[in-house]
């Protein structure tokens, strides 16, 4: 008999120790209702970082971030901070309905849950629980019940179900969002169908010419449906320190769905990104063209064409140049764009690479692209393609060149001409092309010195580097991917004004000088990588590009300032 106590009492501790182990993080204290949960980590350490980021944009920045951290209490109904603990992460979930206002339950840390719990009832009318060092409270009775249920083991949490990817990405970020997308898509799935209904009526009931712009939309919404139905959950999470901010995203789909099988993961390193010259102010590389991007031209010139009556052989004859260099072995492009003011070429400035098997045929159907471009003209403006053969010479390859000439309806306030001349330069739009035995070379602007540039660092071995900012920003975006793209906003923002204002032809009496152009370069970054299962975005944004954006703003805002006084 006592043994079987014993083992009685043994089994009882066991499930008890189990149920304690089982809630020992708060992610586990959610049910699979919930449809966000939310975590800001250490706030006190991450309004440490804040302010030092803020610090190194202004200095003086980084005092008001930590003053105004002092009012954070408003948002988790404790404004007091009563007996909370700023040194361990906080946490909240969020319940959505289709019928009423989503309910919300808090889950902090505590030095004091009475004094907690004391303020918090002060505040409004809360259901509270105390739980190990937590103090949970919700205004909404059964949400209190769920959050119980998971206490006491009677609800498997959410977090026993969710991807393992996933959770790494939530725990990463210093304010993290995970999107329970399955509770979503299932609670408000009436409104989902509703707008899916509206596209299609609308699509129906559209006037003729605009009809073949809104079965695009409908192309582009369908698989967006089809991926929130697939979806097996989705974080933010978002980063900061001294340096600089992150915000990454992760999107993961269920195995063997639609939207899962036509997800490969991202193959590229896009090095082709250091073969581009140095300097640009945007930068942008992707793994291949994708077929839908030459598919989607297609239909937005045939759209065009309808709604503007072309001709349709005209248009027929680009959509067959266009279906063969879909059947190209073309890989993966990059490019760049800059805007330089000063020297012997100012105006824009770009560069454009693309990995080809086929050279020899990708300049023959550039000819028949541009030729038959040139049969279809669009709201009054004339275009006009002037593709010619071996114009120049570099070492043993020869140069093409494309001019693009274009007239515009007579505008008395917006002399195109002039800013033509101003961007392009005396060579106009004209576009330089090289053929080497693996690449197609583009350059527009910088004369054929340009185009040397281009050629010798992609004969450089090893390969030549960007800067220092470059590669800072670089390496923080997916290592593989898609898509990406670098900008430096203030670099290209401040020359371009600077260019305009001295140009004259732009009616702001502002002098060039008011502006100046950030000594040093910085980029901001993003890119786009799927995965097996999987989309993962990532954005970066350093101190640096902070600095230079909001020192550029107070520039054109004194600028401005200084005007009356200067007309007195």
């Not at 939310?38 to 350490?45: S, Y």
Request: with cysteine.
């Amino acid at each position: 008999m006592f043994r079987k106590s014993a083992i009685a009492a043994c089994l009882i501790l066991l499930s008890l120790t189990t149920t304690l182990q089982a809630v020992e993080n708060p992610a586990e204290l959610f049910s699979p209702d919930v449809s966000l949960v939310v975590r800001l980590k250490n706030p006190q350490a991450t309004t440490e970082k804040l302010a030092a980021l803020a610090d190194a944009i202004q200095p003086g920045f980084g005092q008001q971030i930590k003053a105004n951290a002092q009012g954070v209490g408003v948002a988790i109904s404790n404004p007091a901070m009563a007996g909370v603990d700023q040194e361990k992460d906080w946490w909240l979930g969020i319940f959505a309905s289709d019928e009423k206002e989503p309910t919300i339950v808090f889950v902090i840390p505590a030095t004091d849950l009475k004094a907690m719990q004391e303020a918090v009832q002060q505040a409004g009318e809360f259901q509270f629980i105390e739980h190990n060092s937590w103090g949970i409270y919700t205004a909404d009775p059964q949400t209190a019940e769920n959050v119980k249920a998971c206490i006491d083991g009677k609800t498997k949490p959410l977090v026993n179900s969710v991807d393992d990817e996933l959770k790494a990405t939530f725990v990463a970020g210093d304010f993290s969002v995970f999107i329970n997308v399955a509770n979503l898509t299932k609670t408000y799935e009436v409104n989902i169908q509703e707008a899916k209904d509206a596209l299609a009526q609308q699509a129906d009931n559209s006037p003729p010419a605009a009809q073949p712009f809104l079965e695009m939309y409908l192309e582009l919404a369908n698989p967006l449906f089809q991926a929130l139905k697939d979806s097996s959950g989705a974080v933010v999470a978002i980063g900061v320190d001294k340096s600089g901010a992150s915000l990454e995203t992760l999107a993961k789909f269920q195995n063997e769905t639609q939207t899962a099988k036509l997800l490969s993961p991202a193959v590229s390193e896009n090095l082709m990104l250091q073969r581009l010259p140095a300097g640009g102010q945007a930068y942008f590389a992707m793994s291949r063209i994708p077929a839908v991007m030459l598919q989607w031209t297609t239909k937005m010139m045939e759209a065009s064409s309808e709604l503007l009556d072309q001709d349709s052989a005209a248009l027929d004859n680009f959509k067959e140049v266009m279906q063969k260099i879909q059947k190209l072995k073309n890989g993966g492009s990059a490019g760049m764009f800059s805007v330089v003011e000063e020297g012997e070429h100012p105006g824009v400035r770009s560069v454009s690479l693309l990995e080809t098997q086929q050279p020899k045929q990708m300049r023959l159907l550039t000819k028949q692209l541009t030729s038959a471009q040139s049969e279809l003209n669009f709201g009054g403006v004339t275009t006009r393609y002037e593709y010619t053969e071996n114009v120049e010479t570099i070492g043993d390859l020869k140069i093409d060149t494309l001019l693009v000439e274009q007239e515009f309806p007579e505008n008395p306030f917006f002399p195109v001409g002039d800013f033509y001349k101003l961007f392009f330069g005396e060579e106009g739009m004209l576009t330089r092309l090289a053929y080497t035995d693996q690449h197609v070379v583009q350059t527009m602007g910088g004369g054929l010195e340009a185009m040397q540039t281009v050629l010798k660092r992609l004969e450089q071995i090893p390969a030549p580097t960007q800067d220092a900012a470059f590669n800072t920003t670089r390496n923080a975006l997916s290592k593989k991917a898609n898509l990406i793209a670098l900008v430096d906003l203030p670099g290209f923002l401040s020359r371009a004004a600077r260019l305009l204002l001295g140009s004259g032809l732009v009616p702001v009496p502002l002098d060039v000088d008011s502006i100046s152009v950030p000594e040093k370069p910085s980029y901001l970054g993003f890119s786009v990588a799927t995965q097996a299962q999987g989309v993962r975005f990532k954005v970066y944004l350093p101190a640096e590009q902070a600095k230079g954006s909001y020192l550029l703003g107070m520039q054109v805002f004194q600028a401005f300032v200084a005007l009356p006084q200067q007309n007195n």
